[in-house]
């Protein structure tokens, strides 16, 4: 159980106001060392944690299950999200759901691949996603059901598009398995992965 730490809140009281990643801040280095409870008000809810802040105390790692992060480099930037990520113009992400894993456990293990998760998240892409990566994604699948080289597509020009066709053939692998057509179109288009790689999950 958390014990109640009166020092602790008299310093974190005198630093509220100031910002926790400056160099000088008495913040960051007492959080680190006691790891507290931390809660995030937002407008959609509450979080509150109560796992230990990943470091010496963890090994090192992040604790299993529920914990938190601070990106000094993201909020410097002032960016409400990463660059990798395609949220539209004019808004901002305010939650992450992650639905199941067609390769993944909870815990991040390997696992057999499922289809049924699969095309679970396929359907929500359709409804919630990007029409135009989902469209691109489709027709490589239907190009490789069709024969069609490589050399029969315009590449997508732009950086999403290029990682939907990149995901499109890992999941194509995952789901259909490894052919020599399918090995001809990821020397053409995801030359920097290896054959095993599963950056990208097949529910993207």
Same mark, same amino acid.
């Given at each position: 159980?958390?014990q109640?730490?009166?020092?602790?809140?008299a310093?974190l !009281?005198?630093?509220?106001g100031?910002?926790?990643?400056?160099?000088?801040?008495?913040?960051?280095?007492?959080?680190?060392?006691?790891?507290?409870? !931390? =809660?995030?008000?937002?407008?959609?809810?509450?979080?509150e944690?109560f796992?230990?802040?990943?470091?010496?105390?963890?090994?090192?790692?992040?604790? =299993?299950?529920?914990?938190?992060? =601070?990106?000094?480099?993201?909020? !410097?930037? !002032?960016?409400?999200?990463?660059?990798?990520?395609?949220?539209?113009?004019?808004?901002?992400?305010?939650a992450?759901?992650?639905?199941?894993?067609?390769?993944?456990?909870?815990?991040?293990?390997?696992?057999?691949?499922?289809?049924a998760?699969?095309d679970?998240?396929?359907?929500?892409?359709?409804?919630?996603?990007?029409?135009?990566?989902?469209n691109?994604?489709?027709e490589i699948?239907?190009?490789?059901?069709?024969?069609?080289?490589?050399?029969?597509?315009?590449?997508?020009?732009?950086?999403?598009?290029r990682?939907?066709?990149r =995901?499109?053939?890992?999941?194509?692998e995952?789901?259909d398995?490894?052919?020599?057509?399918?090995?001809?179109?990821r020397?053409?288009?995801?030359?920097?992965?290896?054959?095993?790689?599963?950056?990208?999950?097949?529910?993207?």
């Amino acid at each position: 159980m958390q014990q109640r730490r009166p020092d602790l809140i008299a310093l974190l !009281r005198a630093e509220a106001g100031k910002p926790v990643t400056d160099h000088d801040s008495r913040a960051m280095p007492a959080i680190l060392k006691t790891h507290p409870h !931390r =809660v995030a008000l937002t407008r959609i809810g509450r979080v509150e944690v109560f796992q230990k802040i990943g470091g010496p105390d963890t090994g090192g790692v992040s604790p =299993v299950g529920p914990h938190t992060h =601070v990106l000094p480099q993201l909020l !410097r930037a !002032r960016r409400s999200h990463s660059a990798n990520t395609p949220i539209p113009e004019g808004l901002v992400p305010v939650a992450g759901l992650h639905p199941e894993s067609p390769i993944m456990d909870s815990l991040g293990a390997d696992r057999d691949f499922d289809r049924a998760a699969f095309d679970a998240f396929q359907h929500m892409l359709v409804a919630w996603g990007d029409p135009a990566r989902h469209n691109l994604k489709a027709e490589i699948w239907y190009m490789l059901a069709a024969g069609d080289p490589p050399d029969r597509i315009d590449p997508p020009t732009d950086r999403f598009g290029r990682a939907a066709l990149r =995901v499109a053939l890992r999941q194509a692998e995952r789901r259909d398995g490894a052919s020599d057509l399918l090995l001809r179109w990821r020397a053409a288009f995801d030359r920097e992965s290896n054959q095993s790689e599963d950056a990208d999950t097949p529910g993207h």
